[in-house]
Every structure is written in C-alpha cells, then in structure tokens.
C-alpha cells in the first residue's frame, strides 16, 4: 500500500508496471465520448469581415442549413456584434452554436476604433468565464461556454494584399483568439492570381508577426493533412445555397453567363477543405487552445492587474489565501481612512455653517435693532406733533370761546343800548 | 416625305432666285470642322478613383488597348495604414484613322485605403480645383494662343461589388465632386456577380444615388427625330447604368478567338462580350458617343461654375477690404461703449440689491 503510494506522489518514482491480464481501462475513452456526447458539444464561431463580403452565406453553406439573417446596412455608425446561438444534431451527437457576426465592419470612414468593440466583446466572454470560475458556488459543467473557439476572418478579394484594417485587426486580435484567415468571394480570382494572392497575404502577416492559427501536427493521425492544409492558408472559399442542376445531381453552385462554380469541387474553391479543417477534424484542438492558451493568458493578465502574484518580492511562493487576507485588509484600511476623511469634511462643513448663520443673526439683530429705534423716534416725533396740535387746538377752542362771549356780549349791549334807545325814543313822547 | 423635301430644295432655289440646282455650300460646313479637328487633334482627360485592388488600371488598359502601369509598386497592407492619397498622371499620344487622340489618365492610388478614410477625397478635389484654377488664369491672361487644357473631364468612380450598395465613402466622395467633374460610378470586379445580383445591385446604387441626391453624369435625351432604334438603345443605355464592368490584361482563347478575358476553371470571361459585363457599353459611351458631351458639360457648367465662384469671392474679399479700412474710426466709440456698457449693468445690479434690502426691510417691519 504505502510504496503505490509512494510511486503515486512522484513522477520520478513511477514505475511502469506490465500487466498480466486484461484490467479494462482501455475503456476510459470510450467512456469519456459517451459521458460528452451525452452532454452535447459547444462551439462558437466569430465572422469578421465588410458589410456583405458573404459571412451569413458561408454559414449557411457550411452548417448545410439557413440561418435566419438579414442584409444589414453599410451606414452603421460603428461596428456591433450580433450573436445568435442554435441547437443543431448530426447522429446522435448535438452541438450547441453560437455564431457571432460584426455588423458595420469596415464601412465607417474612421476605422480606428473598428478593432476595439471585436476585442471588448472577446474580453467580455473571457470575463464572465473567469467569474464563474471564481464563484464560490460555481457550476462549471453546467455552464454554457460563450467564449469564441475560432475566428474566420474574411478577407475580400482585392488581388493584391491584406487591407490596411484587416493588418491591424488581426494583430490586435492574434493573442485572444484562433485566426483563421479566409478569402471570401473567391470566384473572382483566377487560380494564379489566387497563387501570388495567397503569398503575399502569407508574407504579409509572417512580417508583421501576427500569429493566425496553425492545424496541430504532433498528433500522427492528423499531423500529414494538417500540414497539408497549413500550406494552403488562406482558404479561398466561395458560399452558396442555391443548387444547379449538374449532370443529373442538385450541388450547392453559383450560375454564371459563363460556367457554374461549384461550392464543393476542390478544383473550384477550397470550401470543401475549410469544412474538413474546421468542423471535421480540428473542431476539439481549437476549443482546446482556446481553453489553454486564450483564456490563461487573458486569465494570467487580469489577476496579475488585480495585484495577484504567484510569487512575492523574497520569490517564495504566496498562496491565494494570503494575498486575499492581504487585500481585504488594505481595503478595509482603505475604507477606514475615506470614512474618517469623510468625516471630518462634515464637521468642518457644519462648523463653517454655524458661523456663517450666526453672522447672519447678528446682522438681522442688528437691522433689528436699528429699525427700533427708527420706529420709537417717529413715533416720538409723533407724538409731540400730536401734542402741539392738540395745544393748537385748545388755544383755537379758548379763542374761539373768548370771541363767542365777547360777540354775545356785545350783542347783548347792543340790544340793552337799543332797549336804551327806544325807551328813551319812548320816553321823549 | 418626299413632298416634304422637294419642298426644301425647291425653298432654296426660291431663295436665290435662280432656277438652277446652286445652293450656298454650307452643308458642307460639318466636314469643314472635322477636317479642321483632325488637324488640331483631340485631348480627353479621364480620372479613376476607388479603393486598390478593384481594377482601375486593368480597366484602363482594357478600354485602351495599351498597358499602362508596367512597373508600378503596390504597396503592402502595413505602409497603407496611414496612407495619404496621391495624384499621379500618365499622357499618352494615341492615333487611329488619321484621328489624333491626346489622353491624360489621373490615377488616384491610396484613396480609400487608409484606417482613417475622413476627407480622404481632399486632394482630388484640390488637383480639379487647381487645374480650373490654371484654365481660368490662362484664359484670363493675355497670351491666349496655346492654351493647354488640363481640366478633368470625366471621373471613374469604381464602386466595389462585394457590398449591398454605395458605402459612406462612395457617398461622401461622389458628393464632393458632383459640382466639379462629371462622375460616372461603375460596379468593379462584376465577374463575382451573377446576373441577378447585378441587377439588384444596380437596382440599389441607383435608388441610393437618388436618395442621397447625387448628382452623376446623365446622358443627354436622345433628339426627338432620332429612330426608335436609337431611342431603344439609349433607353437600354440609360438603365443598365451604372455599368458592371471586367477589365483584363490578358488575352485567351475562346470559341476559337483570341479575345481579351479572364481564364477561371469554371469558364471563361470575355470582357467584350455584351452578356457577361456591360464593358461595351462603356467603351461605346465614354469614347465612341459622349466623349465630346463629357468635355462639353465640363466647360460649360462646371467650369462656369468654378469660374463664377471665383469671380464672387474675388468681388466679395474686395468689399470686406474696404470694411475693414472704416472701422478704424468706430473702433475708439466701441470701447466706450463697452465702458458705459460695463457700468450700466453694475449701477442695474446695484440697484437690484437696493430693492432687495428695502423689500427685506418692508417684510420685517410689517412682522
């Protein structure tokens, strides 16, 4: 017991050991593929490329079915990303896909900002992933994967090289997500100017160092025709769902005045090889790389901004727990502190308030006071005239009486010296 | 008919008096002027524009015949960047039929390749600008004998055919040359569109052109007495525009001719052949029909234009010069008045706070 032990807890101390019998792990695979197939597949697909370059329609021909879409417009004021997500089966394997396209690439005249709302909206899928993967109560298995496993990036036929915005697209969006480079509308290339086309296109990202997705080739089973294919990148590709009739079959073809162009005859276009590559033989290796490089690259930078280190400055390895304690404590000290400044900002304000209404009770005091006065000098003011006009009126009443008595008294004096007068008239007779 | 013209020879007999087939002699005036124009030779200048890689210089070549741009460097997508646009030209002296043809081509590499596309269009609009610029000195100079015309009389505009219609810089572009150079849009590369497409596509340049209300080159209404086959086929002219044209350098065989075409695995296109690209078409309107109209439209309105234009600024800077020389009397009133200003709103503001104060006092004395 203890030396399988031992021999489980170092590599350097395992032994191969050969059995005698058959023990039946060899089933392990087998169980593996029920165990996926019976949770179904994931996938999502990114399509970057102009405004009707044909990214709905190579869908369409590539899942062999009609996804809803509609003609969007080239006058978009900056690019969107539209997601749509389908539940297909082939056998009895489903496959959840999700296919994101960008709405308005490419037709605004300013397109320096074009590449950042594709990598923002990468870097939103890798966030949410990163958020369920820290959760405490997480459920990872049930969780629907909405990051982008592979990018097709459309490139439009010019003849000549890469467009300037395809150059730095794809060098912002190299290290966050599997390139796969394609030429879309192919049937207007003859094959050699598609030769120089695809060498030149080749050369021009190899110079510039923009990584696009290489087919894996340590696997032996799949390393000949991955080689093959990382040969012919770009794919020249040519979509179509309508079907002509040729011979006496119905094929996925584009009719022209001067011949028919068959989506799946290799001599035609490279449609047939993209399906194969994409869907067929690397459709795991790509979700894989997107797991282990993509998203731990994507995972390493955001830690490390949020201070997290696998080692500290003595180089001694810090585990998580620590650096969590350690954060939380800065930022309960941090709160501590804005919860003091806060503070004393509030009794400082409401010091500064007390003087100033205190000033203001005193001016209004003051003018207080100050009409007071005014008003008790008027009314003094008043009050003598009051009294001088009463004192007028007495002496007007006196008078008025004196006058009154002396008129009646001489009234009566004239009436006494009249009496007078008759009598004496009287008299005389 | 007949009557009619006997009518007519029978007025010019009348006329002169004599009985005699004489006739003046100036129905031979129309020969006159060819003879005269073939010795002075023709001159056509021809702009292209649109994004690289459309095709431009395969189809200049194709429409003349020659292989003009043999040792030109493309540039790559990294040097594109940031690239401004530049205005090369190429004149070639070329004769058929005794027919002398002198042939500017204007090429405009890097329009519309930049990442940042806004005013792209600024130097192309600057070199027509300077020509009419160098034309309307010339004309105005006093040695007006051997006046060299540079203006541009017909711009290509390729629009690229992997697109649902015009793209804001295919509307910003045609708008800004509408008034100064005849813009004909053409669909490039159509050998990727099957007849349906091309004609929805056309469909949906043409309601586009209307809506944004751009003005491109129309062609002239035929003459009311032409025959009804020609007025079919300028009806047919008039609505497969804009036309959907292939160009190649190269020649192949095919149905046992040597013709100019493109070889793909899946056939061949003949760039002459009227149901696989409508190139006839434009090489018929542009050379054999409506170059002469094209040069027309340019001297008549939009030159006259430019020309107006600058005769009223001209005019008008000479009337803002004499403004500027009076103020300098008015200026020394304006800074009092400024004073006086300042000083009103003080005395206003100063009287307000007085109301205030008297109203505050009013409230507390009736409290």
């Not at chain 1, 900002?113 to 405490?136: A, C, G, M, P, R």
Request: proline letters at 3%; glycine letters at 4%.
């Amino acid at each position: 017991m203890t030396t399988a032990d031992v021999a489980r807890q170092g590599d350097k101390n395992a032994q191969p050991l050969s059995l005698s019998g058959h023990v039946g792990f060899d089933s392990l695979p087998h169980q593996l593929v029920n165990k996926s197939t019976c949770q179904g597949f994931c996938f999502n697909i990114l399509c970057i490329g102009e405004t009707g370059i044909g990214k709905s329609t190579l869908m369409d021909t590539l899942f062999n079915t009609n996804f809803e879409n509609f003609e969007s417009s080239h006058f978009e004021p900056k690019v969107k990303l539209r997601a749509q997500t389908y539940d297909l089966q082939e056998s009895n394997v489903r496959l959840k896909l999700t296919i994101v396209n960008t709405v308005g690439f490419g037709d605004q005249l300013n397109k320096d900002k074009s590449y950042q709302h594709v990598v923002d909206y990468i870097d939103t899928q890798f966030e949410s992933y990163l958020q369920e993967e820290l959760k405490i109560k997480r459920s990872l298995h049930n969780y629907h994967d909405s990051r982008i496993h592979a990018c097709l990036y459309f490139i439009a036929p010019s003849g000549h090289s890469l467009k300037s915005l395809d150059l730095v697209t794809m060098k912002k969006l190299d290290s966050k997500v599997n390139i796969i480079p394609v030429i879309a509308k192919a049937d207007t290339i003859s094959k050699t100017e598609l030769h120089k086309f695809k060498i030149k296109i080749m050369s021009e990202l190899v110079s510039n160092g923009v990584q696009i997705y290489q087919f894996p080739t340590d696997d032996e089973t799949v390393s000949k025709i991955n080689t093959a294919m990382n040969g012919i990148l770009p794919f020249a590709v040519v979509g179509s769902t309508e079907e002509v009739k040729i011979g006496n079959k119905m094929v996925k073809a584009r009719q022209y005045p001067w011949g028919v162009v068959q989506v799946e005859n290799e001599n035609h276009c490279d449609f047939v090889k993209l399906r194969e590559m994409l869907i067929c033989v690397n459709m795991e290796d790509l979700r894989e790389q997107t797991h282990t490089r993509h998203y731990e690259l994507y995972r390493r930078c955001k830690l490390e901004e949020m201070g997290f280190t696998d080692t500290n400055p003595e180089s001694k390895p810090v585990s998580l727990q620590e650096t969590y304690e350690a954060k939380r404590q800065e930022f309960l000290g941090e709160l501590q502190h804005r919860e003091e400044e806060m503070r004393q900002m509030f009794v400082q304000r409401v010091k500064e308030k007390e003087t100033e209404l205190k000033e203001a009770e005193r001016e209004l005091q003051g003018k207080f006071e100050h009409l007071k006065r005014m008003h008790s000098e008027e009314k003094n003011k008043l009050d003598e005239k009051r009294r001088t006009l009463e004192d007028e009126m007495n002496t007007f009443s006196k008078k008025k009486a004196a006058t009154e008595l002396l008129q009646g008294q001489s009234f009566n004096t004239n009436a006494n010296l009249k009496k007078d007068k008759d009598r004496k008239n009287s008299g005389f007779m | 008919m007949t009557s009619n013209s006997r009518m007519k020879s029978r007025s010019f007999r009348s006329e002169d008096g004599a009985e005699e087939k004489e006739y003046v002699g100036f129905a031979t005036l129309p020969n006159q002027v060819h003879r005269k124009s073939v010795k002075k030779g023709f001159d056509f200048t021809l702009m292209v524009a649109g994004e690289s890689g459309l095709g431009k210089s395969t189809l200049v070549n194709s429409l003349f015949l020659t292989d003009l741009h043999k040792d030109r460097k493309l540039l790559n997508a990294e040097e594109r960047i940031g690239q401004t646009v530049a205005i090369t030209k190429h004149t070639l002296d070329i004769e058929e039929k005794g027919v002398k043809l002198k042939l500017t081509i204007i090429d405009t590499p890097g329009f519309g390749d930049a990442v940042n596309n806004t005013d792209c269009w600024r130097p192309i609009t600057d070199y027509i600008e300077q020509q009419f610029e160098q034309y309307f000195r010339d004309e105005s100079g006093l040695n007006r004998k051997n006046i060299q015309d540079h203006r541009v009389h017909c711009c290509l505009y390729f629009i690229p055919p992997f697109g649902h219609g015009l793209r804001p810089v295919d509307v910003e572009f045609m708008k800004a040359l509408q008034d100064k150079v005849n813009v004909v849009p053409l669909i490039a590369k159509a050998d990727c569109l099957t007849p349906n497409e091309i004609r929805k596509l056309k469909d949906r340049v043409r309601e586009e052109i209307d809506k944004f209300g751009i003005k491109v080159y129309q062609f002239p209404d035929c003459d009311s007495d032409e025959d009804e086959e020609a007025r079919q086929k300028d009806r047919e002219l008039k609505e497969s525009t804009p036309f959907a044209v292939i160009g190649s350098n190269m020649v192949v065989e095919a149905r046992g001719q040597k013709v100019r075409g493109r070889m793909y695995p899946w056939g061949i296109v003949e760039v002459e052949n009227q149901a696989h690209c409508d190139f006839v078409k434009l090489r018929t309107m542009l050379i054999r029909t409506h170059m002469h109209d094209l040069k027309d439209i340019t001297c008549d309105s939009h030159y006259e234009n430019y020309r107006a234009l600058c005769i009223h600024t001209m005019t008008s800077k000479m009337n803002t010069d004499k403004r500027v020389e009076s103020p300098i009397l008015p200026t020394q009133n304006v800074e009092t008045e400024k004073i006086i200003k300042k000083k009103d709103e003080e005395l206003r503001r100063m009287q307000e706070m007085l109301q205030k104060m008297q109203q505050q006092m009013q409230h507390e004395q009736d409290l």
